[in-house]
Every structure is written in structure tokens, then in C-alpha cells.
């Protein structure tokens, strides 16, 4: 066997010891081990297809594979085989993150060889980018003349080991790919090459390069281009914490600007963190053919108690539920699939409701959805417990007098515990959620997606009630909640 069948094989025979009691339903994780960063995210003869970094025989971070599936609405995944395996000598130790792109009817996969230079497996390590090539989307085949971006390609001023993760995009008749970086001296950039057959790559430039504040090293670069402005996305390792945002051991942000291809230059005013939560991470964008641009994201967090590896389960890391992405005045927005909406059951639904205090729903839940705009009146504060129970609960809160929206995992079960906060502004006094919970995490969208929030829970199997409440008197204007079901 090679190495991809004998991942395949052990897979299938391993599978059922996955302990199911965190599984999401609606969300995609792997069928066993570890999964991280989305890679490969691209719309290809009919499907979605989505490829992970996967070390498919435990739950912990190891020799990174190519995980794969495929949906027809981002919502409902099937398996396919294992895409990428480590065994050349120019990825021996990690098929590590990139992307995809089509070209003449084939699937092309773009993605860095990891490399130890010494036998103790250390920080001594070098990084090269690879391509793999399909012409059905399943079966792939390395280039035999692989690396096509080497070492001696990476400039001066750039890391001679961090030098990974590609993402491939074209500009008329010429493609490009950007590379995370650093500087060798704790400043993180984006590197830019470019090609006209995908085989033969030309430095270009520096694209971008951070400072002291925005990571020692970046990685998973992304762009996408609106009407009048480019965005680029890039996830920076170590951000140094700015009041109550950046408080995770990484952060994804996103600068808005203007590409300059001709120069490999990225031009900006601000950036910003792509979600103010705990749990999101190397977001990856697809732009499908209805022109939607379509963004998920692993949702975990490095250097964080994985609780279903801790126990023992056999399985960790999920996808965060994919979300479109919209350009609104100078920032972005976002909002969840449409197809979601499909898969909703069982619809529970109360409206124009005064509260001053809590009261428990007459529905309960693991995975759902609840739609529902407070009316802030005199209130000082107001919001959801979602999964409560006797001694849990997860609390999604507005703070009036602060401006604050609070995510609070302090009780939320056997994982890490603390709060997330972001400043939003209430809409004539009104605060409208979209809140999907699936058995271990929660995402939050935040006044029609100007905001989102992302976090990981672990709460007891009995914790499923569901109350809101307030602290002072608010308005319920109306509030729906569903279960969602792929089966």
C-alpha cells in the first residue's frame, strides 16, 4: 500500500471507536484523528469540495495529510479518500495547508512540503511549495518535477524556514500565489510569486509586511476582490493584545485595500479581526459560481485544551459552519449560507415579549438555530443561555451601559472556560442575533453579521435547555429557534 491507502484502510478500520458524545451534526469535522485548516476550498464540476489538514491516525497534530469531502450546499459533507499523503523527499514530514485552483477541466492542489533537516524533529526545518494535479477531483498525482517554488526562491528580508502555505488566485492570463512569512525577526509578511503556466514561479514582492503588534509570523494568506477594494486575510501568530480584542494565542484579521499586481504591493488604512470570538482559525475563501464569496474556517484554537483528544475520544477539530462574506461600507460583513435555512425542523417561535429577569423556553436542544432581536428599553443588560443546565450554561450577553456583547464559556462543561467581548452598537435600540449551537460550539452573528463570534463548548449531555433574560426590563421583538437536521 502507499501511504494514502494505508490512511484510507486504517481509517475505515477505526472509525467506529470515535466516541460520539461531542460530535457536531451539521457541522464537518473527520471521520477520525485530527483535522485543522481548511485547504483546497474550491466549487469543481458540480461540487463543493474541501480538503483539510488531517493527521488521520489520532487525535493530535502529526505528519499532516490531505483530508477530503464534497457537498452540493456546504452543509451536508461526504467523505472521499485522502488526497495528499507525506512520502516524497520534498514533503516527507507534512503535506502542510494551501489551496486549489481549475484549469483546462483539472483540479490543481498547491500546498507546502514540510521538511525536518535534523533527525530530532525540532525548529530545524525547511519549507517548500508542491503541486498535485486531477482530473477528477479525486485521485491526484504530484508533480514530478516537484518543489516548483524551492529555498533558494524564498528573497532576503524573508524566513528561510517559515515559508508556507500558498493560495493561488489569476489575474487575466497570469497566476499568482502569496506565501506566509516573516522577516527573521518577529514581523510578519506576505510574500507574492507569480507564473504563467503554474509550473515556472518569479518572486514578485514583499506584499505586505506587519509590525510589532500584528504577529511574529503569518500565515494562510487569502485575497478576494470586491468592486472598488481588495481584502486580504492573513492569520498572525502572537498578536499582541489591543484592550479586549486579540486575546487569542492567534488571530485571523483582514486588511482593506488595493492589490498592486503589477508592483506585488497591498496598500491599507486599518485592519481588523475576521471574528471576535475564541475559536477560528486559517479561514480560507471560495468564490462559487453564483459569484457568492464564501468563507469557513477551522474552529479550534492552537495552544487550547482540545477536550475530545484530552478524553480520549478519538476525533478533534470541526469546520466552522461556511459563511458569505460581504463588503459594507469600509468593513466586512457576514452571514450564514443560505442553504442552511433548508435543514431547519420543528420551528418554535414567540414574539413581542416584555422581560425582567429570566425565563426558560418551552424547547430544548443540542443543534439549532435561534433567530431573535432584542428592544433594549431600560435594560442594562439582556441575552441567551444557551445548553443550560443544572450547573452549566453558555451566556451570550449584551452589556447596554458598556456598548459590550459578551461571550461568556465559564460554565459551559469540561473545557476552557472565559469571555470574549466586542463594542457593537445597538440599531435604534434593537439587537438582532442569528445563533447557531451544535452540540460542542456556538456561533454568534451579530446585527446582521456585522460581527461574529465562534467558540468551542464541552457542556454535560443533560444541558439543553435554552432561557433568555434580562436586567431591567427589554422587549423580545420576536424569537425562532429550529433544530437542524442533516440526516
Known sequence: MNKIDEANEFIKQNKAKVNPKYRLKYHLMGEYGWINDPNGFIQYKGNYHLFYQHYPYDAVWGPMHWGHAIS???????????????????????????????????????????IYTKKEKNDDYKQVQNMAISADGIAFEKYEKNPIIDVTQIPDKASKKDFRDPRIFKIGDTYYLLIGSNDEHGIGQILMYKSIDLIKWEFVNILLKGNEDTGINWECPDIVRFDDRDILFVSAQYMRPNGIYFKNTHSSIYFMGELNSEEGKFTYEDYWLVDYGFDFYAPQISVDKNGRIIMIAWMNMWETDLVTNRLGHNWAGAMTLPREVLAVDEKIHFRPISEITKYRKKEYSLQDLKLDGEMCLETIGTSYEIDVEFESLDAKEFGLKVRKGKKEETVLSYNCQESLFIFNRDRSGVGPKGERKTLVNLNEGRLRLRVFVDVSSVEVFINEGEEVMTGRIYPDSESINISIFSVGECRVLYLKKWDIDVD
Not at 452543509?75 to 479518500?81: A, D, E, G, S
Not at 494551501?98 to 514540510?114: P, V
Open 72 to 114: 452540493k450546499d456546504l452543509v451536508k459533507w461526504f467523505y472521499l479518500p485522502l488526497a495528499l499523503a507525506p512520502e516524497e523527499d520534498y514533503d516527507r514530514d507534512g503535506c502542510f495547508s494551501g489551496s486549489a485552483i481549475e484549469k483546462n477541466g483539472k483540479l490543481y492542489l498547491f500546498y507546502t512540503g514540510h
